[in-house]
């Protein structure tokens, strides 16, 4: 941004009223202090002629990185980089604790997620204070690519119904469900101890635990327990997934849907058994 442009961010982000007489000496000061913000930290400090080669490349490597978000955010991930060294994207994502961010659809909902990150971001990276605006589109950025289709699933087919579910929501609302799903089974997967007493199975390494334990491995890790996925009921913890999800359009009356997907991402992802996911299909769809 011009400095003008970014001044003009700054006043509107902390409700500056430079007609407010009494506040005359206060806006001066933090006025002229956009300045020094503007010149110091949101303009890389570093002339071109300092850098090195070595520097130039690393920067356009990370560049190559971040190449899925759009051009203003990828810049200032680019600047951030080049002053402090940081892969900020990763970092940024990281804090991101919502299980249905990927579910999200509005400006609403992601402006108000970066309200409530903006405070553990400064404490974390100091130098991030101030830019609440460009928080704001790199979350709403990341969840464009995180919702982006790998190559490697652009080919899955689960149903006729379900494919054009997932398809038509991914082209309406920029929500990709099937990505949803698999996040979640990941996720699940990792700890066993979410899963209900009659789907836990013990694996042939539980007897080893206390070798295990050694290692770093406490008695919860996936690596002890097998998943009994062809239980009848709350396959994969769905009954609160669903119950906590989102209530919208693509959302509702879906349960069924999701289970379907996410007993695809399991049988596809986690473990590969295509006799069972024949019945499966066969039963229920």
């Not at 955010?73 to 940081?86: N, Q, T």
């Not at 690596?223 to 997934?241: A, E, P, R, V």
């Not at 989102?246 to 007993?263: C, D, G, H, I, N």
Request: glycine share 4%; hydrophobic share 35%.
């Amino acid at each position: 941004m011009k400095i003008e442009e970014y001044i003009c961010m700054r006043k509107k982000e902390d409700g500056i009223n430079e007609f407010n007489l009494e506040k005359r000496i206060e806006n001066t000061r933090i006025c002229v202090n956009y300045v020094f913000e503007y010149f110091n930290n949101y303009l890389d400090t570093k002339p071109a002629d300092e850098m090195t080669v070595l520097h130039e490349q690393k920067i356009e490597k990370y560049r190559s990185i971040v190449r899925d978000y759009d051009s203003e955010v990828r810049d200032w991930l680019v600047s951030i980089y080049a002053s402090h060294g940081k892969y900020m994207h990763k970092q940024l994502m990281n804090l991101i604790k919502d299980d249905y961010f990927l579910l999200y659809n509005s400006d609403a909902e992601f402006r108000a997620l970066s309200y409530e990150m903006y405070p553990k971001i400064i404490k974390k990276f100091k130098f991030l204070e101030g830019q609440s605006e460009m928080i704001f589109l790199f979350i709403k950025d990341a969840h464009k690519v995180r919702n982006q289709f790998n190559p490697y699933e652009q080919d899955f087919y689960i149903s006729d119904s379900i494919n054009e579910w997932i398809n038509d929501t991914y082209k309406k609302y920029g929500v990709n469900l099937y990505n949803f799903c698999n996040e979640w089974i990941n996720y699940f997967y990792e700890y066993p101890d979410l899963w209900p007493k009659g789907h836990k199975q013990k694996s042939e390494h539980y007897e080893k635990h206390n070798d295990f334990n050694k290692l770093g491995l406490g008695l919860n890790s996936a690596i002890f327990w097998h998943y009994d996925y062809k239980q009848k009921n709350n396959l994969f913890g769905l009954d609160l997934l669903y119950r906590n999800m989102p209530k919208k359009s693509f959302t509702r009356s879906k349960k069924q849907e999701f289970e379907a997907v996410l007993m695809y991402c399991w049988l596809h992802g986690v473990t590969t058994d295509a006799e069972y996911w024949e019945q499966y299909v066969n039963s229920v769809l």
